[in-house]
C-alpha cells in the first residue's frame, strides 16, 4: 500500500497529456480523465474559437463529470459564437434537463431540432443523427426520463446513420431503465459492439447491468471483455474494483483500482473516485494517508477534502473531521464543484453529534434531510440526537415524521419513541411504543423493562399489576446474566416483589427479594421486606402463581 499510495501522488503531480484532436478529448472523457480532457478542450477553442462542436463536446465533459454550472458557462459560449449550430442549442438543453429544469430543456431541444430542419441540406445525415442522439441521451440518463421521445428520437438517428453504433449503446440504456429488460439491454449493447468492435464502452455497461442484478461473476467477466477489448480503458479497471469489492474480495479491488489510477495519471477527479472506494471497502487509515500525502504536493483539489473528512469521522479524528468538512463546504461552494450532497451535511451532523453538540449536529441533519427527503433514516438519527439532548419532544416529532412518511420502522424507532414519552410522562403512549419493540425485537430485554416501567407509572399504587406480565419478561430473559442485567432486575425484583407483598402473596415476595439481595446485598427496600415477620414466616408452600428467578446454579 505504501507504493500504492507513493504511486498515486507522483501521478496527481504528473505532466499532462497533449490531445491534438477532438477525438482524442473524447477518449480522456470516456476514459473519465475529466481534468485532463478540460484541458485539452480548452487548446481546442483556443485553436479555433469558432468551432461550435468543440463547446458541446467540452460543456458535455463538464456535464459528465458534474460541473454542472461548469457546463452551462460553456454551453453558452458556444451559442454565443455560433448560435446556428444545432449543437448548441443542444447544450443549452443538456444542462437544464440535468439540473431538472425540464421546460426549458424542451425548449433548447426544439430550437435545435428547427435548426436542422432549415439547415437540412447543408447538415451531413450523419451529423444531424448526433444532434438526435444527445437529446436522446439527455431523457435516457438525466434525472428526469422520458423514454417515450428517446425513442422516438433513436428511431430519427437509425434512419439517417443505420450504421452508428450509439444508437444500440442508447436503445440499451433505455431497456436498462427496466430491471425486467436487462436482455433486451444486453442485446442492444452487443448490437452496437457488432457494428463498432473497438467499443469497449459496450462490455462495460453489460457488467454494471450484472452487478445490478447482483451476478458478480457475469459482471467481472464482462470487464474483463473490455479490458481486452482495450487494455487502456480505464472504466472496466473501476468498474471489475467495484464487483470484486462486493465479493469481499479487497485486495483484488486494491489492485484494479490501483490500474484505474495508473491510466488515468495526473487526474484529481480519479485520485477522489479512488479515496472513496478506500472508504466504501473500509480502508479508511489508508485513505488518510494517501489522500493527505498528495494534499502535500496539490491541495487543490476540493473532492478530496471530502472524503478526507468522512475517513477521519469513521477514525474517531472528529475535530479533524470537523476542520476538513468545512474547508470542503467553503471551497465546494466557492468554486461551484463538486456539488455539494446531503451526505456532507449528514456527516457534518453526525460529527457534532460526536463532539457533545447535539443541537449544532440537528441543524445540520436537517439540512441533509431537505436536500434528499427520500433518506428517512436521517428523522431517525434527528430523533435519537434530540433524544440525547434530552429535547423528548423533539425526538417525538423527528419519529413519528419518520413513521408517517411511509418508511419502514424498526424496533430501536420505537424504542427511542417509548422512551421519549416515557420521559414526557405521556406513559400509555410509551407502553404503547415499547409494545411495538417487543412484537419487533421478542427476546430483547429493553423492550419489556420500559413496557414494565410505563406500566408501573400507571398503577402507582402496585396493586393492580399493570407492571407485572412485562417485568417477569424481564426476570424470564435476564437472570441468565444478572451482571450484565444488574439494573433491570433490580427493578424486576423490587417491584414484583412489592406487588406480591401488596396482594398477600409473602412466598413469591420473599422469593423475588431474596434474588434482589444476592445481585445487591445492601439494597434497602429488599432488607426491610425481608425483615418483616410476614415474609420471614413464608416458606416454599406459600408460593402461588410466580415467575421465580433460576435457583443458584442453574
Avoid at 445540520?364 to 434530540?386: F, I, P, Q
Avoid at 419532544?393 to 430501536?412: E, P, Q, S
Avoid at 412484537?439 to 423493562?449: A, D, K, N, R, V
Wanted: glycine fraction near 6%; charged fraction near 25%.
Amino acid at each position: 500500500m505504501k507504493t500504492l499510495i507513493k504511486t498515486a501522488v507522483l501521478l496527481l503531480a504528473a505532466g499532462h497529456v497533449q490531445a491534438q484532436t477532438l477525438q482524442d478529448a473524447l477518449k480522456l472523457t470516456d476514459n473519465e480523465r475529466y481534468s485532463m480532457a478540460t484541458a485539452a478542450y480548452k487548446k481546442l477553442v483556443q485553436a479555433e474559437p469558432n468551432n461550435g462542436d468543440y463547446y458541446f463536446w467540452y460543456g458535455e465533459n463538464y456535464i459528465k463529470s458534474g460541473y454542472n454550472d461548469s457546463a452551462l458557462i460553456v454551453f453558452k459560449q458556444g451559442d454565443a459564437l455560433n448560435a446556428s449550430n444545432p449543437l448548441s442549442k443542444v447544450g443549452l438543453g443538456r444542462y437544464y434537463a440535468y439540473t431538472g429544469k425540464n421546460t426549458e430543456a424542451t425548449k433548447y431541444f426544439q430550437e435545435a431540432k428547427m435548426l436542422m430542419q432549415t439547415q437540412a441540406k447543408s447538415i451531413p445525415a450523419n451529423k444531424q443523427a448526433v444532434v438526435y442522439l444527445q437529446i436522446a441521451e439527455a431523457w435516457v440518463n438525466g434525472p428526469t426520463k422520458n423514454l417515450e421521445e428517446a425513442n422516438n428520437l433513436l428511431a430519427a438517428a437509425e434512419k439517417l446513420d443505420a450504421k452508428n453504433a450509439d444508437v444500440h449503446m442508447l436503445r440499451g440504456d433505455v431497456f436498462a431503465t427496466d430491471v425486467m429488460n436487462g436482455s433486451k439491454a444486453i442485446a442492444s449493447y452487443k448490437k452496437a459492439k457488432e457494428i463498432n468492435p473497438k467499443l469497449c464502452q459496450a462490455d462495460y455497461r453489460i457488467g454494471i447491468l450484472w452487478i445490478n442484478a447482483k451476478n458478480l461473476v457475469l459482471a467481472i467477466e464482462a470487464f474483463d471483455q473490455a479490458i481486452a477489448c482495450d487494455p487502456t480503458y480505464a472504466p472496466a479497471y473501476r468498474g471489475k474494483a467495484e464487483a470484486l469489492y462486493r465479493q469481499k474480495n479487497y485486495k483484488g479491488g486494491v489492485e484494479n483500482y490501483e490500474k484505474y489510477l495508473n491510466l488515468n495519471a495526473g487526474d484529481p477527479d480519479a485520485l477522489g473516485r479512488y479515496g472513496t472506494f478506500l472508504y466504501l471497502i473500509g480502508e479508511y487509515e489508508k485513505a488518510i494517508e494517501m489522500i493527505s500525502n498528495a494534499q502535500q504536493r496539490d491541495s487543490s483539489v476540493v473532492v478530496l477534502y471530502r472524503v478526507l473528512n468522512w475517513c477521519q469521522f469513521e477514525t474517531g479524528k472528529y475535530d479533524m473531521a470537523l476542520v476538513n468538512n468545512d474547508k470542503f463546504l467553503a471551497k465546494a461552494k466557492a468554486k461551484g464543484r463538486p456539488a455539494v450532497i446531503s451526505d456532507d451535511y449528514e456527516y457534518r451532523g453526525k460529527i457534532y453529534s460526536k463532539l457533545k453538540k447535539d443541537s449544532l449536529g440537528i441543524i445540520e441533519l436537517n439540512k441533509a434531510y431537505e436536500m434528499d427527503s427520500t433518506r428517512k433514516e436521517l428523522l431517525y438519527t434527528m430523533g435519537v440526537m434530540s433524544f440525547t439532548a434530552k429535547k423528548y419532544g423533539d425526538a417525538v416529532n423527528y419519529i413519528l415524521r419518520k413513521k408517517n412518511a411511509g418508511a419502514k420502522m424498526a424496533a430501536n424507532d420505537y424504542n427511542y419513541l417509548g422512551r421519549s414519552y416515557y420521559f414526557l410522562e405521556k406513559y400509555v403512549d410509551g407502553d404503547s411504543a415499547f409494545a411495538k419493540v417487543v412484537e419487533l425485537s421478542p427476546t430483547y430485554i429493553q423492550g419489556y423493562y420500559w413496557r414494565g416501567r410505563c406500566n408501573m407509572k400507571l398503577d402507582p399504587t402496585n396493586k393492580e399489576g399493570k407492571a407485572r406480565p412485562y417485568l417477569e419478561k424481564v426476570v424470564e430473559l435476564g437472570a441468565a446474566d444478572a451482571v450484565k442485567n444488574k439494573r433491570e432486575l433490580t427493578d424486576a425484583y423490587g417491584n414484583l416483589g412489592q406487588y406480591h407483598y401488596n396482594n398477600g402473596n409473602f412466598g413469591c415476595t420473599k422469593a423475588y427479594m431474596e434474588a434482589l439481595q444476592k445481585i445487591d446485598p445492601e439494597n434497602a427496600a429488599a432488607k426491610q421486606i425481608l425483615g418483616y415477620d410476614n415474609v420471614k414466616k413464608a416458606t416454599a408452600a406459600d408460593l402461588t402463581t410466580c415467575v421465580l428467578p433460576p435457583a443458584p446454579g442453574k
